[in-house]
């Protein structure tokens, strides 16, 4: 089942404008990470309770150790497919780049330290 769902999101994302690498790394980040069964695993046994249903405890205590596990295995596989894909499929984008480098040009800039620097190096070309 997670196979064709790799595939389908692959496919699914195929009409768009993205690379291969990037389509497969959206297949590995749209695994499923239990966040449904952590939202409806606890109603069952609730529900149970409220009715006071005695024979369903035992079952709603079964659907709830069952999601509880489910996110402790999926949740965790698809964070460290994401950090340990990301780097790998997916480039910077050019104009991200290029901030990055302007931002890293401006740092620690001592203007009077330039100005100095400047005029050494003129003192040193007239020698």
């Not at 768009?16 to 695994?31: D, H, Q, S, V, Y």
């Amino acid at each position: 089942a997670l196979l064709f769902r790799m595939v389908g999101t692959f496919f699914a994302v195929s009409c768009g404008n993205l690379n291969a690498k990037e389509k497969i790394f959206l297949a590995f980040a749209w695994m499923p990470k239990a966040t449904v069964q952590a939202a409806l695993g606890p109603i069952f046994l609730e529900r149970a309770r409220l009715l006071e249903m005695t024979e369903m405890y035992q079952m709603g205590e079964q659907i709830l150790t069952l999601a509880v596990l489910s996110i402790l295995i999926t949740a965790p596989l698809g964070a460290v497919s994401i950090m340990g894909l990301g780097p790998k499929l997916l480039d910077k984008n050019k104009n991200e780049q290029d901030d990055e480098e302007d931002e890293n040009d401006n740092v620690n800039v001592d203007p009077e330290n330039e100005v100095n620097e400047f005029h050494m190096v003129q003192d040193k070309d007239e020698d």
